[in-house]
Every structure is written in C-alpha cells, then in structure tokens.
C-alpha cells in the first residue's frame, strides 16, 4: 500500500498538530501492508527529528504555496497511491488534486464550524471518512457539515518513556525561583487567539489561594503583556511566573515543576498537553466543555471543571494540592502509542476496503 | 421539593420555642410535601426545625428532614434539588467524606461541615436551606441565585422564623399581621409584590441568590453569591472569541443538554409542560434527544380561545405526535376555573395577577400522575425574545425627544416623558401595571404615598442594573431576570405547581447555564432564540419557528367578565380582584 500525507506540519514543527502528524507518520509505518509513505508538509520551522527509513519527507514542499503545488504534483506524477490523507481542513482544495477522495483528519477549532473557503465547506463532503482527534471534535464538525460518510476517533499518542516523575529541576527552581512554592503550569501558546485557553480564569481565582502558591504560565506569544497587566490588577504579579518559550528538551522537567497541570480551557481539540503532564505524574485540571474531557478519560484521570465556574476552578486546585498524589495513572496506558498505531492501523483497514474516487 | 421552617429565639430573653408552632407553620406547607413531615427540636429548646417532603430523589426513608449529620453536630432543612449533587457528592468522598444516604440533603450537610458558607458557589440547583451548627450555636441560611426556591424570614429581634411560605409563617399564630404599604403597593405597580417586601410588614423575603448567618445577635448581614449583572458585565469585558470557536446552535444544544441532563435526575418519571413556543418545544426536542424516548407533555386548552392564536393545543399537539411524546391535551372551562378559585386563592401565598395558568398546567400534570415537570420558563430572559428587548430602548429614545410623548395617545405617554430617560425607567414604564402616580385610584391616599415612598420603585429598578453589564441586551436580560421572572413568574410557579404537589425545574433558569453561555448571548442578542430554535435535531418544524409569539395566557377577561380598565388584557381589574382575595 503506497499512502500519501498531505500535511501542515510534522518533522521541524512546533506544537500539537505536527507531534499528531509523526505519530501518525510513525504508526503507518509500522503498518505491514504499507510499502511507501509520502509525507508532504506545508511548513518547516525548526531542527527535523529523525524520520522513519520508509517515509519519503518532500522538503521542498515547504518553501511557498507555489512550491507546494509543484512538489505535489511531481509526487503525483512519479507514483499512484492507494490512500490520501489530508492532515488538515486547510488543504482540501489541494487534496483535491490528487483526484482521490482522502481521509480527512481534524484536530480542534479549525473544524468546530464551517470553513471560511466555500470550496471547502464542499469537498468535505467528498472525503473517504474523517478522522476527528476526540469525540468532541467530530460531533462538533458533524452538527454543521453534516457529512454523511464515516467518522472514527483518533484520539492522541503519549510515549511515556519520554517523560516519568522527576525530582525538581535545580536549575529551573532558580531560574523561577520556585523553591519552597508550590506551582500550578499552564503550558501554551500565549495569543489573543487562544485565550479560551483559561489563562486569564487561573489568574482570577489566584488571589483567593493560598499565598505560597505560584502560577506559572509556560510559552509565549503577544498576550504576555496583557496577562502581566492583569496579574498586576490582581495583586498577583509577585505569583506569577512567564517563562517565555520552553524548547522541547526542557518539557519534561518543567512539567515536574510543578504540582498541579491546570488548563481550564473551552477550545482545546483533544489537549495533548494533559497527556504530558500525566505522564510526569502531575495531578491535572481541565475543562468538562471541550477535548481535555476525553485527555482525562471524563474525569477518571483527573479533574473536570467548568471553566466559567471560578469558584469550581478554585476548589479544584484547592483539592489537588491537598490530596493529589504525585504519580502516572494507569488509565494513561490508553493512550499508549502502541494503542495508537492499532487504531491507526484499523482505520487505514477499514477505509481502505472501502476506497472510491473523487466523485 | 419541600417546604420547610426554622425557629431560632436567638437572645436569651426570648421564650424557648414553641413546638405547636414550629408545627402549625410547618402543617400548613403540607402540600409541599405530602409524602412525608418532621420536626427536629434543639435540646435547650432555642431551636425548632421543620420540613414537610415530597419526595424525588432517594425515596427512601433516609432521605426524611429535619436530617442531622453522624456527628450530631449539624441538622438541615432543606428544600429543592441540587442537581449536581452525585458530582459533589465525589468530592467530599475523595476528601473522606462517608455518606448514608442517596439524597441531596446530606451532601448539603457534608459541605457546610467541608466548606462552609462558600459551598453555596458550588450548588447547581435550585434551593432554599437552613443548617443549624450545634457547636458554633448558629444557623446558616442560603437561598438559591435565581430565587426559584421562595423563602421567607420574620425577626422581632429576639426570635427569627423562617419558612417557604408567607401564609406558613402566619400559620404560626405568632407574627403580626400588620400590612405593609411598600409590599402593597409594589403588588399594584408591578403585578407582584418586589422581593424583599411582602403585604405583611413583620415578613420579609430572604432575596434570591443571599445567603447569612443567625447567632445570638440575630442576623448578620446577607452577602450575595451571585449576580446575573455580573455575570453580563463579565462576559462584556472579557471580549473573548470563546462565543465564536463554535456554531451557536451547536454551543447551545451542548449547554443547554447539559442543563437539560441535570434537571432529569430523579427517581419518578419527568413530564414536560409544553406550549407550541420555542423554548418548550426545543426542550422537548432536546429531552427526547437526551433521554431516547419522548417525555409525557402536558398542554392547556381553553374553548375561549379556540380558533385564535392563543390557542396553543393544536400546534403542541402536533408536535407531540410528530415526536412521539404521550401528550395530554387538557380542556380547562370557566366552571373548573370558578370552582377552583377558592383553593386558589387560598393557596396563593403572595398577591399576583399571574399564576393561573401554572395552576391549571399543574393540576393537568399531577392527574396524569406526574411529581416532577419541566418547564420553558426563563427562555425569554435568557435568549432576548420579550419585546421589552426592543421597545425598552425606543422608550429611551423617545423619551429624549422634546415634547415627543405630548402625541402619544399611549395612556402610558406622560410615565414615558417622567421616566423614560434611561432603561431602568423604561422598564418600569413597560412593565408598571399602575404607575406610581395613578395609585390613588386603588389604594388610600396615606397607604399609597407611604408605600411608594418605602418602595422607590424607580430606584429599585435602577439598583438591579447599578453593576452595570455593559450592554442594553445585558441590562434588559437582568432587569427581566431580577425583577418580573424573579418576583412573578418563578415565584407563581412554586406555589402555583406545589399546590397540586408538582415539582416545576427550570434548565433554561440556571445559574451555570448563563455563565457559559453569557458570552455567546452578548454576541448573538436576540437572535440566540433562533439558534436555540435550530439547536434541535432535527431542527424544529417551521410551523413553530415561525409561529407569532403570544405568551402562555388564560381568558381571565371573559371567565370573569372583568370591567375595562384600559388595558387589553383587563389585568388592573384582575388585580384590583386577587387584593381583594389575598391581600388584605
């Protein structure tokens, strides 16, 4: 089986989506029936991790639009393949010229209603099935498209092995000069665009916490200065922590940093982030309204709050710092990767019997 | 659902507490709660606390009031449901909480013990409560944001009583019952009597969303847990793109399902009443949806209007046909509605023009065997679809024309140009069923003027909006909300449902409900009624949706054959009709 994964992002990408895109990557090579992957991603930012030996990476996709174009369209000359996946609503128009009906894959907002590029909002409904990262997410793309043909749920991977319960960084507790404060961690783009991500409601219930605990507020972005503001307005600035951009091998040990993981956020897609602070054992709070209910298993890996309730999220953290116990729950294992790759491999079975043409 | 009483003689001086009393107040509530009564009184005999039940959640005995908790230490009355009480009920069991019962009320004793009065931000439901604190020899009094739950308190600053009705209190045979002019006049300007009055100058209403403590001193001072203005005033000033991440058809079936789930939670099957109206058709539609089967609806049918719009029976029955629901379509007459009348007023704690539509859609419900009903109620606050939404800033408008309102042929006219410069004096002009000005005409002259002047109708308006909540459709949903649903239509639907032993739920009248959706309702105005209207799956039928709105009446002018009174309605000379029944 030849595949094709037209994506935004993957090796040298930042973020959620590129890391659901090398999972995804990885797991389709595992498959034992696939014989080449195709992987043509729309941007390349950072230093590229290390690509699978049957995955075909086209760089040169990644330098424009045009250079897109081109880059596809030569693939598609040299080779025919059996399965298209396009890796974001964005390039369906692109997918299009494949003249295959492709597996659609959506990961959050950008599918939560209809698409600005009426084209779009058409071809979704000539997609072979569409695969959604939560539940949540499908049946939020399902009220508005009313796409007809099959959906699956493909929730995110976590490789463990990567993270695991970790003694306090030194080097970080001085450089937040946390030592002797217990920390809540947020870990995020820090954008207008994004503050559904409940940085602003922690911030809130902060003065009425305990004074020796600290909010630390992970990654950057043009919100900065805002929040800075309002932390100040709340006489919470002395409490407030902006550690700016977090390189990838610092994650781990920055999630250990802290004592609870807490994101009431109303937009994440499926909240990968949760799955990280889990696997460093750090109690976690996410919201009951968006993905970070399905990270959490409905509340079985954690605690579920409604972020419009202040006063929920504030005895939610109350309760995790008293009672929350530094340790990985065993519900994690459902996102193993191992469990990943099966899904993934069930989906590609399951569509693949079932491929048509672009109608 | 319950009705419940509570008497504390907090100063020494007072006399210990009457048990005949405590049992008198409590025995007049006895429609309230049928299937079970109590009284629980303190060893030293300064306490008395009642509770007569109907039961919906934990029909076992274990779930009977007064309840004291295993420490002997804490015991509550209780009246209402907590909806999210097996969530909270988790909590408190992670942090080692032991429960013996299944019912609400002991997760209510267990979080006073946890968290003290600050577990009233946590409570979804509607409620009323007092907790009395063995060891700290007080009492914990709260009532629910919305008021849907009434409660009522008397103090003569040596002994406070408590109970969820007026007539309850007097009951007692210990509470003057000296008129009180604000509460009177308030029931003419307004059609209600405004909370914190009553018609009785010793009895005052604990305000919706309050909560206090009662010790040796008395009451303290109540603080408000929470504000539908805030509320508004939050989501304005947030201006986050959280209302836009989503359709709004799609935000509103997930938030108001979720309401919907909660208030389904019972152990007695859960009917509908159902109007050919959007907010209760979609409720059914999302009920169905919710629970896969269709609930049992209930509608009002009247021969007087038969042929004419009112007339809902035909529509609400269609759809009940169309979705499978068991629906009962029933035929109220002026003989019923004459025959009932003294049950009715008898059971009518506070004067009110409304009511009577609730009390026949209630006696409707409970012969088909019905305890629990969900009701509409709250969907024209909560979703902008009053007229007052648009009329209250053309009032303002007008009003800010010179000489503007001199060729108006509105009776209303001078009330425009004296109180319509801003949109809590439009409100007033709107709603006023007497202005202040034309009491006279009703009441005497002495009783009038110093009514109105306790009352300050229009600075009492104002107060409601003084957190101001950033935009006109902010400032209307809470004007609407705090004042005509608070004191009219929640409290007419408790006693009007709870005289025929009929518990009403709100899910659109919920204090998390408006929380999330607040922003989305500052964004999309009045036109939320027509995503929640689309919310449906499938969507409502469109001879619903484009239905005229005309609101849930009853032909009170023709059963009784009113005199004019220069409104359509003739509802000056039904309330001149219900004073003389209930309020003097």
Redesign the interface.
Same mark, same amino acid.
Do not use: K
């Given at each position: 089986m030849k595949i094709l994964l037209l994506c935004t992002d993957a090796y040298g990408g930042h973020g959620g989506i590129a890391l659901f895109n090398r999972e995804l990557i990885s797991a389709l090579a595992e498959l034992p029936e696939c014989e080449q992957i195709v992987v043509v991603p729309r941007v390349i930012v950072h230093e590229r991790e290390p690509i699978p030996d049957h995955v075909q990476f086209v760089f040169a996709a990644a330098r424009g639009r045009f250079s897109y174009m081109r880059a596809l369209m030569g693939v598609l000359r040299e080779t025919r393949f059996d399965l298209v996946i396009c890796g974001h609503v964005n390039l369906l128009p692109l997918a299009r010229l494949t003249g295959q009906a492709p597996l659609l894959i959506t990961h959050g907002i950008e599918a939560w209603k209809p698409l600005r590029d009426p084209l779009s909002n058409r071809l979704i409904h000539h997609v072979r099935g569409v695969v959604s990262v939560s539940a949540l997410t499908r049946d939020r793309f399902l009220s508005w498209s009313h796409f007809a043909g099959e959906t699956f749920v493909l929730p995110n991977a976590i490789r463990a092995d990567r993270y695991g319960v970790r003694s306090k960084n030194v080097d970080l507790v001085a450089r937040y000069k946390t030592f002797g404060k217990r920390v809540l961690l947020t870990l995020g783009r820090i954008v207008a665009a994004e503050r559904y991500k409940g940085f602003d409601e922690v911030l809130e219930v902060l003065p009425e916490l305990d004074p020796n605990i600290v909010y630390m507020i992970a990654g950057h972005g043009s919100d900065v200065d805002r929040l800075a503001r309002k932390a100040a307005d709340l006489g919470v600035v002395d409490r407030t922590i902006f550690t700016g951009f977090i390189e990838e091998r610092e994650k781990a040990d920055l999630y250990n940093l802290a004592d609870v993981y807490v994101m009431p956020s109303r937009g994440e897609g499926f909240g990968f982030v949760f799955l990280e602070a889990m696997a460093c054992g750090v109690p976690v709070i996410a919201s009951c309204h968006d993905g970070g209910r399905e990270a959490l298993l409905a509340g079985e890996l954690g605690t579920l709050v409604d972020p419009s309730n202040l006063a929920a999220i504030r005895v939610a953290i109350a309760d995790a710092l008293q009672h929350g116990k530094r340790q990985i729950p065993d519900g994690l294992a459902f996102f193993a990767f191992e469990r990943f790759s099966e899904r993934v491999h069930e989906i590609v079975r399951r569509v693949s019997a079932d491929g048509r043409q672009l109608r | 659902m319950c009705g419940i009483s509570a008497v504390f003689a907090y100063r020494p001086e007072a006399p210990p507490v009457d048990r005949d009393e405590v049992a008198a107040i409590t025995q007049r509530m006895f429609p309230r709660g049928p299937d079970a009564g109590g009284t629980w009184f303190s060893e030293n005999g300064r306490v008395g606390l009642g509770s007569r039940r109907l039961a919906i959640i934990d029909l076992s005995p274990d779930g009977i009031q007064p309840m004291t908790d295993t420490s002997g230490n804490f015991v509550i009355v209780f009246n209402g449901e907590i909806y999210n009480h097996r969530d909270l009920r988790k *909590?408190l069991e *992670?942090?080692g909480a032991t429960f013996r019962t299944h019912s609400d009320t002991e997760v209510l004793l267990e979080m006073f013990k946890h968290?003290g009065p600050?577990m009233v931000?946590?409570l979804r439901g509607m409620y009323a409560f007092a907790i009395w604190d063995k060891r700290a020899e007080r009492m914990f009094v709260a009532r629910d944001p919305y008021g849907i739950k009434p409660l009522y308190i008397a103090d003569d600053g040596r002994t406070v009583r408590i109970a969820s009705q007026v007539k309850a209190l007097l009951a007692g045979g210990k509470i003057s019952r000296a008129a009180d002019p604000a509460g009177v006049a308030g029931f003419f300007v307004t059609g209600s009597v405004p909370e914190p009055f009553t018609t009785y100058a010793a009895i005052h209403a604990v305000e919706a969303g309050n909560c206090f403590f009662i010790d040796r001193d008395g009451p303290a001072n109540a603080f408000c847990h929470y504000s539908i203005a805030n509320i508004y005033r939050r989501a304005h000033l947030?201006q986050?793109?959280?209302a &836009?991440?989503?359709?709004p058809? &799609?935000l509103l *079936?997930?938030f108001v399902t979720e309401s919907l789930a909660y208030h389904l939670f019972a152990d007695v099957p859960v009917g509908a009443f159902l109007s050919a109206g959007i907010d209760s058709t979609t409720l059914v539609a999302l009920m169905t949806a919710e629970r896969h089967e269709p609930p049992r609806t209930i509608t009002l049918s009247f021969e007087e209007f038969r042929g004419r719009e009112q007339d809902e029976a035909p529509l609400a029955s269609r759809f009940a046909a169309e979705i499978g629901a068991p629906h009962t379509s029933r035929i109220v007459t002026r003989e019923e509605f004459l025959a009932d009348m003294p049950r009715f007023f008898d059971q009518m704690d506070q004067p009110t023009i409304d009511g009577t539509n609730t009390w026949f859609v209630s006696k409707a419900a409970a012969e088909q065997g019905l305890k629990v009903a969900i009701s509409g109620l709250g969907g024209d606050e909560l979703f902008g679809s009053y007229p007052s939404f648009r009329e209250l800033p053309r009032i303002v408008r007008l009003a800010r024309v010179p000489l503007a309102t001199r060729i108006l042929r509105n009776p209303k006219a001078k009330s425009i140009a004296r109180y319509g410069q801003n949109l809590a004096g439009a409100y007033l002009v709107k709603r006023g069923l007497f202005m202040p000005e034309e009491l006279h005409s009703v009441l005497p002259e002495d009783v009038a003027r110093e009514g109105l002047q306790r009352l300050d109708i229009a600075q009492r308006i104002r107060n409601v909006i003084d957190v101001d909540p950033g935009t006109d459709f902010g400032r209307i949903a809470t004007l609407e909300s705090a004042l005509y649903m608070r004191n009219q239509l929640l409290r007419d639907t408790d006693w009007a449902s709870m005289a025929h032993s009929l518990e009403v739920r709100t899910p659109l009248v919920d204090a998390?409900l408006l929380?999330?959706l607040?922003p989305l309702l500052i964004v999309g105005g009045s036109k939320t009624k027509d995503y929640f209207a689309a919310s449906a799956r499938p969507p409502l039928p469109d001879y619903l949706r484009n239905r005229r709105k005309t609101g849930f009446s009853v032909p009170l002018k023709e059963w009784l054959d009113l005199p004019p009174d220069g409104t359509t309605t003739r509802m000056r000379s039904w309330a001149r009709h219900v004073f003389e029944r209930v309020g003097r």
């Open positions: - | *909590r *992670r942090n968290d600050s931000d946590l947030q986050e793109p959280v &836009t991440l989503v359709e058809a &799609t *079936r997930e998390f929380r999330q607040a």
